[in-house]
């Protein structure tokens, strides 16, 4: 069997003195889309954030390929292959779009103008607007943009928080098929998803968190198939 890439486990911390997380549990193997769904304020995004590095953690492990990197910053944990992706202040807006994915190279030594293009090939609706201000651009652009910038480290886990927020159906339909399109390339997806149904059809490992603790854990299928499931988290 091979080794999870993330091991994320009994998460316990948050904000100050408030706990957010209550032993919260992330596994993800190579290539795989994981998901993390609940309620407001389970504690999805902290979770991501926790396994970044941005939010402190009083107890728990958190393991990159096999590696313990409790003591490293957000900086060093993408050196060590993770992305990031805000569901906020993702882009630099009065940058242009290839500024923007050229900032996401900032720790690379190489020639990068290879991934450049595979950013592109990836995401043709930005391609066309590389000179174009990232401000300018659709809100759907702009997350393509802002994974975009996250894939230019040549990533092994690419987290993201709320990818679709804001967008229409159409537009989350399509960054769902690149994030398939991401995950066949073997790079391993963490993603937070208000649209859980939706999320979870991709889904090959989801987690359903109630105040900061799993409450449900299991493939997206099975996800989908368990009626508790359906009837608490995804509207019937």
Known sequence: ????????????????????????????????????????????STAMKAVFGMVSLREGT?????????????????????GFVPQLGNVFPTMTVEENLEMGAFIRSDDFRATLEQVYHLFPAIAGKRRQNAGELSGGQRQQVAVGRALMTRPKLLMLDEPTAGVSPIVMDELFDRIIEIARTGISILMVEQNARQALEIADIGYVLVQGANRYTGTGAELMADAEVRRTFLGG
């Open 1 to 44: 069997m091979s080794q999870a890439f993330l091991s994320a486990t009994g998460m316990r911390g948050g904000y100050g003195k408030a706990d957010i997380l209550n032993g919260c549990d992330l596994i993800v193997d190579p290539g795989q889309i994981a998901v993390i769904v609940g309620p407001n304020g389970a504690g999805k």
């Open 62 to 82: 958190v393991l990159l390929d096999g590696q313990d990197i409790a003591a490293l910053s957000p900086q060093d944990r993408v050196r060590r292959g993770m």
